[in-house]
């Protein structure tokens, strides 16, 4: 079973950075996908961004394309999102998850338990 556990949420103004970071269990987060989601209150989870297992490849919603970069570092088995400018219309709950396989459009079959993000205006 992988456990995976975000840090790095918070209050924020607009305009503002937060990075996230989200730990890894287990020997095969290298040779997995993994995206980050969100969820905001009255509305369906949705993707925000994902990563191919060695790095190469990412995709990212229009909403944050320009503002958010995720990254990886498969040596500390830690997945990132770097997120500026943020807006208030950011603030929800986000979820890392590990994907089924390595293609960055693989779905996601692992999640974290999320960290809030909370933008103010």
């Known amino acids: 079973q992988v456990q995976l556990v975000e840090n790095g949420g918070g209050l924020v103004q607009a305009g503002g950075s937060l990075r996230l970071s989200c730990a890894a269990s287990?020997?095969?987060?290298?040779?997995?996908?993994m995206g980050w989601y969100r969820q905001a209150p009255g509305k369906e989870r949705e993707l925000v961004a994902t990563?191919?297992?060695?790095?190469?490849?990412?995709y990212y919603a229009d909403s944050v394309k320009g503002r958010f970069t995720i990254s990886r570092d498969n040596s500390k088995n830690t997945l990132y999102l770097q997120m500026n400018s943020l807006k208030p219309e950011d603030t929800a709950i986000y979820y890392c998850?590990?994907?089924?396989?390595?293609?960055?459009?693989?779905?996601?079959?692992?999640w974290g338990q999320g960290t809030q993000v909370t933008v103010s205006s």
């Open positions: 998850a590990q994907h089924y396989y390595g293609a960055f459009n693989s779905s996601p079959r692992y």
């Open positions: 990563i191919s297992s060695e790095g190469s490849s990412t």
């Open positions: 287990g020997a095969i987060f290298s040779i997995k996908a």
